[in-house]
């Protein structure tokens, strides 16, 4: 009782009392933290979820009236009735209607995530298995990502999404977003930003966001990708600009990438 009750609560508060992580009991999606998000979330709950909801209930009506209205009893002797053409008709353009009514502000949708702003920064996400490994390509940084066992957690972070190396972005920039894999597909996803990419060897995709809060998001391989495919988690963390440029100063020496032109002189050098 006390769980139905939970859900029906999480009904109404799961767009404002919830953060940027998966709740016990949520229903519905994770608070939009980008504009791309918030589309999504409104086409879903003010569009599709009515018609749902609409389709569900007649449906319903039409059963529980069948089963009345046409019981053996009330109906001994039944209709032969095998076509009728106006009925045809009709439930054929209806739902043609309805998936056109659905289609369009999707396609909208669809193509304004698919337009990129130009790039404040851009991040490489790799996939590998079974862990993300992240390049920050214009400020010669590089790393990996691995989740952190449950017995090493600390206080505030949540089991299975947290991260040793999280991605750290400013607020309200444009972050483009590279990705692809190592080894095998992976999908790069983030529930808060509306963003999820398949990670595919030997190819780049790319997607973008623009977080609007500080804050700690996170997301999860969304690609069946091995025997620890859930054991692969994302954790963006969003700072102001200042932060940001405080934290690059230090990872620009903490994860320096190696300057890759000189090894390879090096072992050309060598043969
Ligand atoms: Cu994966």
Known sequence: MKKILYIILSLFTASSALANQPKDWQLGF?????????DIVNFHNNLLLPIIIAISVFV???MVYACIRFRASRNPNPS?????VTVEILWTLIPCLILIVMAVPSFKILYKQDTIPKADITVKAIGYQWYW????????IIFDSYMIETKDLKENQPRLLAVDNEVVVPVNKVVKVLITANDVLHAWALPSFG?????????????????????T???????????KHAFMPITVRVVSEEDYEEWLT???????????????FKKLASK
């Open 30 to 38: 994770q608070d939009p933290a980008s504009d791309g998000m918030r």
């Open 133 to 140: 490994g992240y390049e920050y390509p214009d400020e010669n």
């Open 217 to 227: 998001y996170y997301g999860q391989c969304s690609e069946l990708c091995g025997i």
């Open 195 to 215: 963003v999820k990419r398949d990670a595919v060897p030997g190819r780049i995709n790319e997607t973008w966001f623009k977080a609007e809060k500080v804050g």
């Open 60 to 62: 319903l009506f039409l």
């Open 250 to 264: 230090g990872a620009k020496i903490k994860f320096a990438k190696e300057i890759i032109e000189e090894d390879q």
């Open 80 to 84: 032969k009735t095998t076509h009728n």
